[in-house]
């Protein structure tokens, strides 16, 4: 009974074995026929590669996995593949594709290690890592290794021993985001892997292990180690010699310097998650070309770092004159910090917002040198003061903004309207709320650096809106995808209130709060400062370049002596003598001739003539167009023929000159008094009062 059992047990045995069998080998050649090209294959995407290029073409950050040049089998140094044949597989050249010897190894392994968690590894061959790095995930179950086997053994019939290492070695991961042996000897050495020492090579063997934990970059003692291991493996397996193995170093390698991380990832930070929104490419490796000036973003740094208070953070961005980002720091160090705080922190700024008030007042048709009164004023209960506690009195508005004097800028918010300064404020780009109290005048609504910079260099654009960019060209593949286009349309105010406005900034600059920006060429800025110094700002611009710097703590607590005028304003001055020292020196174009007060000018010149010739009299009414003046201002009857003041025709020969649409004939035809008009006395000359106390300046509002 026993032996028929036997015997049945071995016919189902082999029968299963048998069908088993035929299922792998239909398994493997359906694969083999379903298997890519070699050189589809080589051309395979792991990911998609990411490069990032200053203004002057530098390569200033890489993201995304890294692939070098492509190797072949020949070009590939014999040490380099000893080496990975001898650490990963080394009956590679004889098994056919999976290793009978290392599957054994791992079910005892599995034997007796069942029940204890251990991951089996180990088993893999080359073949296998190849079939799971083109084809496969890295998730470990046994349906995964199942198919990894039989890819493995199809990849075996379809290619040689010399291609599938091929593959390998162009293909796997090494660490350090590097994909193949050239990205990783450029990764870890700085040169390609065609030239590979003994010891180099080694390193490299020895990182498909564990990537992240033998990468030179995290470990680098590990990493030699690991390397003198497979040094000893090379050797054991007679790959080199023995006087080879004992020549090699590994510990006299050198590494290739790890890139620092400065504050240009602030920049990138910044400007790469709008590639979601610019482009559509996912697959193919990008080429991102920048507004990014390296030598302005070594003096940004510089220039925080030196001026900044101590536990106080700083910020700067300086935008050209098409809203190039040519540089952006958002803290002292990236690398303690990446919270970047010219895009991101929102703060008050002080006396550097009523550029939206004095924006507001001049097209409302105020005059920068039209007197003003520093006195005491109440608002809704609101009584703004200077921060000496007295008042100027008459003052010129240019006088009043150079000094930030507080209760001038609260009766002009009261006068033009707080809401009105609060839509300047949006029309200039601010993207926070902006609350219309009284005290918004004095700048207590939150903001962005990036907001209030753009806003000056929309002034100093002569009131054409600037809108920041960062990316200028995107290319893949050597194909240009997007290309980035300037648009000049956008008219904010009149060119007359934006020189007007650029001429108050000046004075700010030249002898008002912000004389420790001036940097020996016509610069025009407005400082800041909060409450109880929590926040210094300086805003300026010169020679086509704006910039602006805010300084104060994370947590908002007081910095002691920090002011617009201080820090912030030493900071701008010491970025931008290094920023626009090889730019030409400009003058601002202020000297503009403006509309007299009090003088007639034909409305028409400004708007045209009325596009569907309608008139209406004095309460309103429209006007039967038989009854309207002509266009050109000649009276004329009905019939075509000319009339007198009263409407009557009169003979041709006693035609009188053609009537002007004057004043006068309103007066006739409206039946108003034609006496004459009582003349207007002249204006008094304005007068320039001599300027206030220096700590006239009241915080929060410089």
Not at 84 to 113: K, M, Q, W, Y
Not at 250 to 266: F, G, I, T
Not at 536 to 565: E, Y
């Amino acid at each position: 009974m026993w032996r028929r059992r036997f015997v049945l047990a071995v016919q189902i045995c082999g029968g299963l074995f048998a069908l088993g069998l035929i299922g792998l080998i239909t398994a493997v050649y359906v694969a083999k026929a379903q298997l890519p090209s070699f050189d589809e294959l080589k051309s395979s995407p792991n990911g998609q590669t990411i490069r990032v290029h200053a203004a002057d073409g530098t390569v200033i950050v890489s993201l995304g996995p890294s692939y070098g040049d492509w190797l072949p089998y020949d070009r590939i140094p014999a040490v380099m593949r000893d080496a990975t044949v001898s650490v990963e597989d080394r009956r590679f050249r004889s098994h056919p594709g999976v290793d009978p010897v290392a599957l054994l190894r791992i079910t005892r392994f599995a034997i007796v290690n069942r029940g204890n968690g251990r991951r089996l590894q180990g088993a893999s061959t080359i073949t296998q890592q190849v079939a799971r790095t083109i084809f496969l995930s890295n998730r470990y179950t046994f349906g995964r290794k199942l198919r990894e086997m039989v890819l493995a053994l199809a990849l075996e019939r379809q290619f040689t021993k010399d291609q599938i290492l091929e593959l390998y070695l162009n293909k796997v991961y090494f660490g350090g985001g590097a994909y193949g042996i050239d990205a990783a000897s450029r990764r870890f050495f700085g040169h390609g892997a065609d030239r590979l020492s003994l010891s180099e090579a080694a390193v490299i063997a020895g990182l498909v292990k564990a990537p992240s934990h033998y990468s030179p970059t995290a470990d680098a003692e590990a990493a030699i180690g690991r390397a003198g291991v497979v040094i000893g493996i090379m050797q054991e397996t007679g790959a080199i010699t023995a006087e080879q193995a004992a020549a090699a170093d590994p510990s006299s390698v050198k590494l290739a310097p790890e890139p620092k991380q400065n504050s240009v990832r602030y920049f990138t930070d910044w400007a790469l998650p709008q590639l979601e929104t610019l482009i559509d490419e996912t697959t193919r490796p990008l080429e991102v070309w920048t507004t990014l000036d390296l030598p302005m973003q070594r003096a940004a740094d510089e220039a925080i770092r030196g001026a900044a208070p101590k536990n106080a953070q700083g910020a700067l961005i300086a935008l050209d004159r098409d809203g190039a980002v040519r540089s952006m720091v958002g803290g002292k160090d990236y690398v303690a910090s990446i919270y970047n705080r010219s895009t991101q922190a929102v703060r008050q700024p002080g006396s550097s917002f009523k550029l939206f008030v004095y924006l507001a007042a001049l097209e409302a048709g105020h005059r920068t040198e039209e007197m003003v009164t520093d006195e005491p004023v109440t608002i809704n209960g609101w009584s703004p003061r200077n921060s000496s506690g007295r008042n100027a009195g008459d003052v010129t508005l240019r006088t009043a903004f150079a000094y930030s004097i507080n209760t001038v800028a609260a009766k002009l918010g009261q006068e033009i309207g707080f809401s009105t300064i609060a839509d300047m404020a949006r029309r200039f780009g601010i993207t926070t709320p902006v609350d219309t109290h009284p005290a918004m005048v004095l700048g207590t609504a939150d903001v962005r650096l990036i907001d209030m910079t753009r806003a000056f260099a929309s002034v100093a654009n002569k009131g054409v809106a600037v809108t920041p960019y960062g990316i200028t060209k995107v290319t893949a593949n050597g194909v240009t995808i997007y290309a980035h286009e300037v648009d000049r349309s956008q008219v904010l105010v009149a060119p007359s209130v934006a020189a007007q406005m650029t001429d108050l900034l000046q004075t700010a600059v030249n002898t008002g709060t912000g004389r420790a920006a001036q940097i020996g060429r016509p610069v025009a800025g407005k400082t800041g400062t909060t409450t109880s110094n929590k926040d210094g700002w300086f805003l300026g611009f010169s020679s086509g370049l704006t910039t602006g710097v805010w300084m104060g703590r994370d947590d908002a607590r007081t910095v002691p002596g920090l002011q617009g005028g201080t820090a912030p304003a030493r900071a701008f001055a010491a970025f931008m003598k290094v920023a626009v020292a090889r730019r030409p020196v400009e003058q601002f174009e202020t000297a503009v001739t403006l509309p007299e007060e009090g003088l007639a000018f034909d409305e028409q010149s400004y708007f045209g003539a009325p596009d569907n010739g309608l008139f209406i009299d004095a309460d309103g009414n429209p006007v039967d167009p038989a009854d309207a003046p002509p266009r050109d201002g000649s009276l004329v009857n009905p019939d075509g023929g000319p009339i007198d003041d009263n409407g009557a025709p009169v003979d041709e020969g006693d035609r009188p000159p053609a009537q002007q649409l004057d004043q006068a004939w309103l007066d006739r035809v409206l039946g108003r008094s034609s006496g004459p008009r009582p003349a207007q006395p002249p204006a008094p000359a304005p007068t320039r009062a001599p300027p206030p106390d220096r700590t006239q300046e009241s915080r929060p509002n410089q």
